[in-house]
């Protein structure tokens, strides 16, 4: 896995400057998944023997396809599972070393580590800042710090300080995603699950935003599993990739190796070894899968 720089969190170190060289490597994971099982409604399996690490400082990406189970993945380790009803029944997961299933959301996020859910729930009615106010409240923090930490968000996300006044309802899709990683934000995580940040956007608009994460990354140290459909986008920019399908993880390694990977090219990124294919040789193509 590529070496990763030591992780400080957002907001969690005073007077960083956001252009400093990264720190040396350590070889601390903030995520460890073990082998986790989850079933829903006590009956539908649908995480089959997961297991991941996220290294302080890296960013990770979890794909597949619709259905695959990323995002209950992200859940299991945010412990937002139970809230639908599902639960891990197998396996354990790790937050620096810490066993943390058995624990709140709560806790977690206390801990540093907070989901950005799929679908970019901002609360419609609330203006911008008023959202990003609303991650806040955590860690009771003092008005002072807390101004601190949306100038910060605001240095990231320019467009929501344009647009801090206005309702979040009536925002676009990618400002109410820039919204709901701002938000985020404002509990100063050192661990981020996010969820599909892609998702509905313009290409334009996920490359912008896909953009900031690098920069939090890389500025602020904050480490990042990033649950994405849209391989292309997410194998650019992450560090170390998995591909679940079904429940299972079905290959993992760095970023680059994946992107030259045969298999993930030809059916994740619609590209074969001659170069771009066109619907109809993909729908007649037989060939299958490696790993299956
Ligand atoms: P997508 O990108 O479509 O969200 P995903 O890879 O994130 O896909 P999950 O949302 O984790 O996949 O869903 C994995 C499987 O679990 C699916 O078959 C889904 O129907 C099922 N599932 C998800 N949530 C629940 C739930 N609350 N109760 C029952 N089954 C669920």
């Not at 930490?149 to 320019?158: G, I």
């Not at 560090?239 to 993930?264: C, F, P, S, T």
Request: aromatic fraction near 6%; proline fraction near 3%.
């Amino acid at each position: 896995m590529t070496a990763a720089p030591a992780s400080t969190g957002f907001g969690r170190e005073s007077g960083q400057n956001p252009q400093a060289a990264p720190a040396p490597a350590t070889s601390i994971n903030v995520i460890d998944v073990a082998n986790i099982e989850v079933i829903y409604n006590h009956v539908i399996l649908v995480l089959k023997g997961v297991s991941l690490s996220v290294p302080e400082g890296g960013i990770v990406a979890l794909l597949g396809g619709n259905g695959a189970g990323k995002s209950t993945t992200l859940k299991s380790i945010s412990n937002l599972l139970r809230t639908e009803r599902g639960e891990v029944t197998k396996g354990h997961i790790h937050c620096r070393g810490e066993r943390v299933d058995g624990l709140t959301p709560n806790d977690l996020v206390r801990r540093g580590v907070i989901q950005v859910m799929e679908g970019r729930h901002c609360f419609g009615h609330l203006t911008v800042e008023e959202n990003l106010l609303t991650g806040a409240f955590i860690h009771g923090s003092k008005r002072r710090q807390i101004a601190d930490d949306l100038e910060k968000v605001y240095h990231y996300f320019p467009r929501l300080k344009e647009r801090r006044t206005s309702q979040a309802g009536y925002t676009s899709g990618g400002e109410q995603q820039m919204t709901a990683i701002g938000r985020a934000l404002m509990s100063r995580p050192t661990t981020i699950l996010l969820d599909e940040p892609s998702m509905g956007l313009a290409p334009q608009l996920v490359e912008e935003i896909f953009e900031i994460v690098k920069n939090l990354n890389e500025q602020e140290k904050v480490s990042i599993l990033l649950a994405e459909q849209n391989t292309n986008v997410a194998l650019r920019y992450a560090h170390y990739g998995y591909i679940l399908e079904n429940g299972r993880v079905v290959l993992d390694g760095n970023a680059a190796a994946l992107r030259e990977n045969e298999d993930v090219k030809e059916f994740y990124l619609g590209i074969a070894g001659e170069g771009r294919r066109s619907f109809r040789d993909v729908k007649h193509y037989r060939r299958r899968k490696r790993w299956l």
